[in-house]
């Protein structure tokens, strides 16, 4: 369970969150959707501890954030919006690094399975550097999963996969659901997010709209589906 306490946060004065506070229950996968510049990926940077600028608390289950980085980041999978990975790592060398910091009984053959599990073939073996954007992206993802982290958090790190890549991604994060972990998902896809979310919490101009169950949402989206700001307007009238 990650808890978040009247988090506020700003850039350079301006408000980016204001007064949110929310639950990501272990179990459970939660979409946090919301237009562009929402405040999604703030939220995300805020809950995995990479913001200066905040106020309000932060807890992994018990434990408070700011007092427990390193424990927590080691149970801590996140794939950021923009990844930053090292360039002269290959894809194999670098996920492995990051599994390093999970205890892992056969780190080669998880490494392996998270790399097949990512869509990622024979371009792993390639330096990061020469990396394609779609490539980085998936790289992220896979680092992101290594290691079988108890919190998983994705910010946008689903778009762009190919079909069959998604829906293994889609079967492997409702099974870490299933084991207990905590799985929370940003995205702006609203299909996806319908397809894989058990919680959705609805983000607009900085303000927690509302959280919503994936059969309550059923029932608000279910004449808009072609026009995502009309759902982001609907559902912010019935706040
Ligand atoms: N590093 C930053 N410096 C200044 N403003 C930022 C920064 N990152 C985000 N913002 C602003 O904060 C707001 C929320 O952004 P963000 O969390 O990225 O939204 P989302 O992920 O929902 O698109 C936007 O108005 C954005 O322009
Ligand atoms: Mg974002």
Redesign the pocket.
Known sequence: MITIEHLIVR??E?P?LDDISLTFAPGKITGVI?P???????LIKAAVGILKDVNGQIYYDQQLLFKNRFPIKKQLGYAPEDTELFPYLNGVEFVQLIGTLRPTDNLAGAVDAILNLGGIGDERQDLIMNYSHGMRKKMALAAALIGEPRYILIDEGLNGLDAPTLEGIKQYLRGRADAGCTIVV?SHDLALIKTLCDTIVV?NEGQLVGSFSAQEWETIIQDQAADPDRIYEIVSRAK
């Open positions: 850039y350079e301006q980016a919301g562009n510049g929402a405040g999604k990926s703030t940003a983000l």
